[in-house]
């Protein structure tokens, strides 16, 4: 029995691939499709697209879905750290390289958010550059209108 499964939504301004994978979200992405996984909407990918609806519209604060991590363990302790990062605050690359533990990685901090396969709910866009905003590996328009979301 197939426990893969993806749905697509239109949720603000963008298509989100929302991807279970026995009973965790494993990927929030703007992908149009995920191989090995079954297009299919489920309870918990309808609860996720619920979710992601009322953060944009400045309602949710903090995600209540079960995630799982598919990474290296150095990408899957970046990505726990992130998924502790309160709702409208920033940090940088190397601030979060310390909280990692790895103070001199900030460089390698950068290209594991940028490939965070749980947008938002798994807040990426809350990292900036020391000196600015920073990159975003996707729209960096959409790591503005995010950071300016949770200003408010």
């Given at each position: 029995?197939?426990?893969?499964f993806?749905?697509?939504?239109?949720?603000?301004?963008?298509k989100?691939?929302?991807?279970?994978?026995?009973?965790?979200?494993?990927?929030?992405?703007?992908?149009?499709?995920?191989?090995?996984f079954?297009?299919k909407?489920?309870?918990?990918?309808?609860k996720?697209?619920?979710e992601?609806?009322?953060?944009?519209?400045?309602?949710?604060?903090y995600?209540?879905?079960?995630?799982?991590?598919?990474?290296?363990?150095?990408?899957?302790?970046?990505?726990?750290?992130?998924?502790n990062v309160?709702?409208?605050?920033?940090?940088?690359?190397?601030?979060?390289?310390?909280?990692?533990?790895?103070?001199?990685?900030a460089?390698?901090?950068?290209?594991?958010c940028?490939?965070?396969?749980?947008?938002i709910?798994?807040?990426?866009?809350?990292?900036?550059a020391?000196n600015?905003?920073?990159?975003?590996?996707?729209?960096?328009?959409?790591?503005?209108?995010?950071?300016?979301?949770?200003?408010?």
């Amino acid at each position: 029995m197939n426990t893969k499964f993806y749905y697509l939504y239109q949720i603000d301004n963008y298509k989100f691939l929302i991807a279970e994978d026995n009973g965790f979200i494993v990927k929030v992405s703007l992908d149009k499709e995920i191989n090995g996984f079954e297009c299919k909407e489920t309870p918990l990918i309808l609860k996720t697209k619920e979710e992601l609806q009322e953060y944009f519209m400045g309602k949710r604060k903090y995600f209540d879905i079960p995630i799982k991590f598919n990474g290296t363990k150095f990408q899957n302790k970046v990505w726990n750290v992130l998924n502790n990062v309160s709702y409208g605050h920033t940090f940088s690359y190397g601030e979060l390289a310390k909280l990692c533990g790895s103070p001199k990685a900030a460089r390698a901090i950068g290209n594991v958010c940028h490939n965070n396969p749980i947008l938002i709910i798994v807040p990426c866009h809350r990292v900036v550059a020391k000196n600015g905003l920073g990159g975003f590996g996707l729209d960096i328009n959409m790591k503005i209108s995010l950071l300016e979301l949770e200003k408010k």
